[in-house]
């Protein structure tokens, strides 16, 4: 099985940086794409970022210009950076893999990221 731990999670005041790291291990033959979702509460998991196996990358429009996610393949380890944090990026964030081994789509257990003065 493979299985993915976030971490990076934490306290941090507005305009703020915190970088998130999902490590992917276990029975890995190969990652695909890579993805950062969030989750706060009351509301719907959303895409927040993704970056494919040749490094294509797309990010929310509303964290545009603030964040950039990046993997090191050798790794099998993605990254979320996350600069000028606002009080609404708030929330649980997941790590999402997808790879050739069953069930070929893998979650994390989440890592908080709490956004406060």
């Known amino acids: 099985q493979v299985q993915l731990v976030e971490s990076g999670g934490g306290l941090v005041q507005p305009g703020g940086s915190l970088r998130l790291s999902c490590a992917a291990s276990g029975s890995i033959f190969r990652i695909y794409a890579m993805a950062w979702y969030r989750q706060a509460p009351g509301k719907q998991r959303e895409l927040v970022a993704s970056?494919?196996?040749?490094?294509?990358?797309k990010c929310a429009d509303s964290v545009k210009g603030r964040f950039t996610v990046s993997r090191d393949n050798a790794k099998n380890t993605g990254y979320l950076q996350m600069n000028s944090l606002k009080p609404e990026d708030t929330a649980m964030y997941y790590c999402n893999a997808e790879g050739s081994m069953w069930p070929y789509s893998y979650w994390g257990q989440g890592t908080q990221v709490t956004v406060s003065s």
């Open positions: 970056i494919t196996d040749g490094g294509s990358t």
